[in-house]
């Protein structure tokens, strides 16, 4: 978990510049805590067509999820909902990212948070 926490934020930010060239550190809030939760609450379901799923709240591992799957799985299913990034609207100043922005970000990371075999 201390490499994520060392590299994820420059990481983040090098993908949202892209769409917000001005966007700092101080944009961005990290649910570390929250997304250590969901990776220890984690639970097997009957998932179709993937290994796993998430919301802000859970994390769910298909029940046949190969042993070699489970690590990356758990680890990408975490880092969505991991950033939020500020933006100001009436009902909320925090919003969480968009999924292909999340899984660039992965893949800058480590390829194996998003090609799994
Ligand atoms: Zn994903």
């Given amino acids: 978990m201390s490499y994520f926490?060392?590299?994820?934020?420059?990481?983040?930010?090098?993908v949202l510049r892209r769409r917000a060239p001005d966007i700092c550190r101080r944009d961005?809030?990290?649910?570390?805590?929250?997304a250590v939760r969901r990776v220890e609450q984690a639970e097997f379901a009957p998932l179709e067509n993937m290994w796993g799923q998430t919301d802000d709240r859970r994390i769910q591992l298909a029940d046949n999820i190969p042993v070699r799957c489970m690590l990356p799985t758990?680890?990408?299913?975490?880092?969505?909902?991991?950033?939020y990034q500020r933006r100001v609207t009436?009902?909320?100043?925090?919003k969480e990212l968009g999924a292909d922005e999340e899984h660039d970000v992965m893949e800058r990371i480590d390829d194996r948070l998003i090609f799994m075999y």
């Fill in 28 to 34: 961005l809030l990290f649910r570390w805590e929250a």
């Fill in 90 to 94: 009436r009902s909320s100043v925090w």
């Fill in 74 to 83: 758990l680890l990408h299913e975490a880092m969505h909902f991991l950033v």
């Fill in 5 to 14: 926490r060392a590299t994820a934020p420059d990481v983040f930010l090098t």
